[in-house]
């Protein structure tokens, strides 16, 4: 059987990966795909939990649903506001975007 | 050996794929090995045994935000290569800082705690229950769930549509 510190592990490298994207990319959408990358591993992270300690209860299952569903309405309303703006300003590039720069 | 082998095999995949989200200049191929990455995972969901998070993974992940994603980078189109770079001024402190916490959460993950090994089996009903739980213990966070993601949708149509009102 798989130790559930691989799972650990894997999730947290991925953690990291998606940590890193939101942390360096310029481009909006980029960093909205390192957002569902730490999702991604959040979930990784709550199933393997439930498998390991509690399979019998489907708590650790419905709270991986709702963090699906909660991704799912993050991802429409910030995809739906960049596409606004690159109507409006023409760049998803988020250091261009510097409206309330005073 | 099988079950372990299949892991690896994934789990390089998975992390291969993620990096190169993050790493590609273009951004469309990022969204494919974005697609790559989420279906990964499911494959994680399929060896937990969660067959219906497998699916979900599988119907919503990829079905729906991956499709969403390759939309938005076609509707802001000149944006995804650029002559430009697609990092930005911090990148090097973004890779040293992600570096330590990623090094910072696998020692602590693989060596410092004892993890609980005990194996229970998964009841065979379990989609089963899952649906019954959705619907009595768990119906308040599903009616909020359900509630929030039709709030989104209605804000994100008006937010991106084209008229001014």
């Known amino acids: 059987?798989?130790?559930?510190?691989?799972?650990?592990?894997?999730?947290?490298?991925?953690?990291?990966?998606?940590?890193?994207?939101?942390?360096?990319?310029?481009?909006?959408?980029?960093?909205?795909?390192?957002?569902?990358?730490?999702?991604?591993?959040?979930?990784?992270?709550?199933?393997?939990?439930?498998?390991?300690?509690?399979?019998?209860?489907?708590?650790?299952?419905?709270?991986a649903i709702i963090v699906?569903?909660?991704?799912?309405?993050?991802?429409?309303?910030?995809?739906?506001?960049?596409?606004?703006?690159?109507?409006?300003?023409?760049?998803?590039?988020?250091?261009?975007i510097d409206l309330l720069r005073g | 050996m099988v079950l372990q082998a299949v892991f690896l095999i994934t789990a390089l995949l998975?992390?291969?794929?993620?990096?190169?989200v993050v790493l590609h200049r273009n951004l469309f191929i990022s969204a494919l090995f974005?697609?790559?990455?989420?279906?990964?995972?499911?494959?994680?969901?399929?060896?937990?045994?969660?067959?219906?998070?497998?699916?979900?993974?599988?119907?919503?992940?990829?079905?729906?935000?991956?499709t969403l994603i390759v939309f938005a980078i076609m509707l802001s189109r000149g944006m995804m290569t650029g002559r430009t770079s697609p990092r930005n001024a911090q990148a090097l402190w973004a890779a040293g800082g992600s570096l330590a916490l990623g090094a910072a959460l696998l020692y602590v993950v693989v060596f410092r705690v004892q993890w609980p090994v005990a194996e229970k089996a998964v009841p065979a009903d379990m989609i089963q229950r899952l649906g019954t739980g959705l619907v009595t213990d768990y119906v308040v966070p599903f009616e909020l769930a359900s509630l929030l993601l039709m709030a989104a949708l209605i804000g994100a149509v008006m937010i991106a549509r084209e008229k001014e009102v």
Not at chain 1, 45 to 60: I, K, M, S
């Open chain 2, 14 to 20: 998975t992390l291969g794929s993620a990096l190169m």
């Open chain 1, 68 to 96: 699906i569903t909660v991704a799912a309405a993050e991802a429409a309303v910030g995809l739906a506001l960049f596409i606004a703006l690159y109507r409006l300003r023409g760049t998803v590039h988020i250091d261009e």
């Open chain 2, 34 to 66: 974005l697609i790559a990455s989420f279906f990964g995972v499911a494959v994680f969901y399929v060896l937990l045994e969660a067959e219906f998070l497998a699916v979900a993974q599988v119907l919503i992940y990829i079905g729906a935000i991956a």
């Open chain 1, 1 to 63: 059987m798989i130790p559930l510190s691989w799972y650990l592990a894997v999730a947290a490298i991925l953690f990291v990966i998606g940590f890193y994207g939101v942390l360096s990319r310029r481009n909006a959408i980029a960093i909205l795909m390192g957002i569902e990358l730490m999702l991604n591993a959040v979930n990784l992270n709550l199933v393997a939990f439930w498998r390991y300690t509690q399979p019998d209860q489907v708590a650790g299952q419905v709270f």
